[in-house]
């Protein structure tokens, strides 16, 4: 990205050259690809304009001013649809912008689009979307993991150079791994939330998609700030990318939890990540096995927290105030027919799934159970940094599956296996190529760390990339 910029600044190329590039390759791919719900190709190349106008003089908002940017569909865009990738939203228009958007505009980085996703964030494969299933670009009869499936693909496609996703149990990180770019879950609250439409605020968080460990880390540089508007907000520093000194691996503890290894994990994603581990210790990193038994539980408590928080959540959509209404004779049955319409399959049973855990009856078996094994998992990691510096595991057991090669509801909810962690204690967590099974697929590398040790976490795994290497290139590369 730094390349691009530098051309953007000395002129020797515009934004508008740049956003009709990258609007050229979304009408190229997107009718196998399906990475985006929405593209605003004039409001784009509008917004490019005004970059090139700015840039003549002298005013550029940012270094980045100019490099157009995709967001998901779950993100409010003043004036631009945000569907959720649901019939409920087909037709809203947000009357303002979420503060990341907000952001990125004086930043100045033109918006082209909003990308596909799982209905309202609710699965791990973007196979659970009105608008289509978004295919893998390395091999289009695969998943690209969900649920911003769309926002990873289209930045592995070449579609776009970097984009935003939001994660609550992995939603990031697992289509990065599968889609074999970089993708970071922040510490919760450092990324304001404003704006986001909720799955399960205590989990949810935005997050930056790249194609190198350095755009990733300067996109965050531009998110990662305290916000008014967003309760859960941390009164953090501002985040500078990184300097990419490589002697801070001299001694760096990095902790390789036993749960994370064996059982249940394809071997190419095990000796891909064991081999970057490897690497790293050759390095002068030490290797220290740890224990993080209660991730047993993680998917579990996840799965109860997640639902009664969607359950919540998603309550608002009654047929009354905006989006899908269906008339009938009452208001009961009004609301009833109105969500049986507007919601997909996964999300009514999640709904179910979250209104029986919170109903009186099952509210202390289940919920107030799962908030207290989320303290011991929170705990339990904690305990863990008291040791190493870094965790390193696999993002996902297996390169990205088949389409609908997941039936069982269970089956896909394992997806988030390696990530649910990360979620529940509120640590960051980053995905990163690692390597490739025999097919060619991309394998994903997990880097957990403390709370606000995002920096750290960006300055390994631009090691590990720089060991595995970058395939492809971006567009200023090809210029």
């Known amino acids: 990205m730094r390349k691009l910029a530098q051309l953007l600044e000395t002129r020797q190329i515009s934004s508008t050259e740049v956003v009709?590039?990258?609007?050229?390759?979304?009408?190229?791919?997107?009718?196998i690809l399906n990475?985006?719900?929405?593209?605003?190709?004039?409001?784009?190349?509008?917004?490019?304009?005004?970059?090139?106008?700015?840039?003549?003089?002298?005013?550029?908002?940012?270094?980045?001013?100019?490099?157009?940017?995709?967001?998901?569909?779950?993100?409010?865009?003043?004036?631009?649809?945000?569907?959720?990738?649901?019939?409920?939203?087909?037709?809203y228009v947000p009357l303002f912008d979420a503060t990341v958007v907000s952001t990125l505009k004086n930043s100045g980085l033109p918006i082209v689009g909003k990308t596909n996703l799982d209905e309202f964030a609710m699965g791990s494969s973007t196979e659970y979307s009105a608008y289509g299933v978004t295919r893998n670009p390395h091999d289009y009869e695969r998943?690209?993991?969900?649920?911003?499936?769309?926002?990873?693909?289209?930045?592995?496609?070449?579609?776009?150079?970097?984009?935003?996703?939001?994660?609550?149990?992995?939603?990031?990180?697992?289509?990065?791994?599968?889609?074999?770019?970089?993708?970071l879950k922040p510490t919760y609250g450092w990324v304001s939330r404003y704006?986001?439409?909720?799955?399960?605020?205590?989990?949810?968080?935005?997050?930056?998609?790249?194609?190198?460990?350095?755009?990733?880390?300067?996109?965050?540089?531009?998110?990662?700030?305290?916000?008014?508007?967003?309760?859960?907000?941390?009164?953090?520093?501002?985040?500078?990318?990184p300097d990419w000194d490589e002697s801070f691996?001299?001694?760096?503890?990095?902790?390789?939890?036993?749960?994370?290894?064996?059982?249940?994990?394809?071997?190419?994603?095990?000796?891909?990540v064991t081999d970057s581990l490897e690497f790293l210790a050759g390095q002068g990193a030490e290797l220290v096995p740890i224990s993080l038994a209660t991730n047993e539980y993680a998917i579990?408590?996840?799965?109860?927290?997640?639902?009664?928080?969607?359950?919540?959540?998603?309550?608002?959509?009654?047929?009354?105030r905006y989006g899908v209404r269906v008339p009938a004779e009452d208001s009961n049955t009004m609301f009833a027919k109105s969500r049986s319409a507007g919601f997909g399959s996964e999300v009514k049973r999640r709904i179910m799934l979250g209104t029986y855990v919170l109903s009186a009856r099952h509210y202390g078996a289940y919920y107030e159970q799962a908030q207290k094994v989320r303290t011991l998992i929170r705990q339990d990691v904690l305990a863990a940094f008291q040791q190493v510096d870094v965790i390193i595991t696999p993002t996902t057991p297996s390169a990205a599956?088949?389409?609908?090669?997941?039936?069982?509801?269970?089956?896909?909810?394992?997806?988030?296996?390696?990530?649910?962690?990360?979620?529940?204690?509120?640590?960051?967590?980053?995905?990163?190529p690692c390597g490739k099974d025999a097919r060619g697929l991309p394998l994903g590398l997990q880097i957990m760390g403390s709370h606000f040790q995002e920096e750290l976490l960006f300055k390994v795994a631009y090691l590990v990339e720089k060991y595995v290497g970058v395939e492809g290139g971006t567009f200023s590369d090809k210029l």
């Open 35 to 91: 990475a985006f719900i929405t593209v605003d190709a004039e409001g784009a190349l509008a917004q490019a304009r005004a970059s090139d106008l700015r840039r003549q003089q002298g005013m550029a908002l940012s270094p980045w001013d100019g490099i157009p940017i995709a967001v998901k569909d779950n993100i409010s865009t003043k004036g631009l649809k945000t569907t959720c990738a649901s019939r409920f939203l087909a037709n």
């Open 143 to 183: 998943v690209s993991g969900g649920s911003s499936g769309g926002s990873a693909a289209a930045v592995a496609a070449g579609e776009i150079p970097w984009s935003l996703g939001t994660d609550t149990g992995g939603s990031i990180r697992q289509p990065a791994s599968f889609c074999g770019v970089v993708g």
């Open 195 to 241: 704006g986001v439409v909720a799955l399960a605020p205590s989990l949810d968080q935005v997050g930056p998609l790249a194609k190198t460990v350095e755009d990733a880390a300067i996109l965050f540089s531009l998110l990662a700030a305290p916000d008014a508007m967003d309760a859960t907000s941390a009164d953090a520093r501002a985040f500078p990318v």
């Open 300 to 320: 579990d408590t996840y799965l109860t927290l997640v639902t009664a928080e969607a359950s919540s959540s998603l309550a608002r959509y009654d047929g009354v």
């Open 249 to 272: 691996i001299k001694g760096l503890k990095i902790g390789v939890p036993e749960e994370f290894f064996g059982d249940g994990i394809k071997p190419e994603v095990e000796r891909a």
């Open 401 to 432: 599956f088949r389409i609908g090669a997941k039936q069982s509801p269970l089956e896909m909810y394992l997806s988030d296996l390696f990530t649910a962690m990360a979620n529940l204690s509120g640590i960051p967590a980053l995905s990163v």
């Open 20 to 31: 009709e590039h990258y609007l050229s390759e979304i009408t190229k791919q997107e009718p």
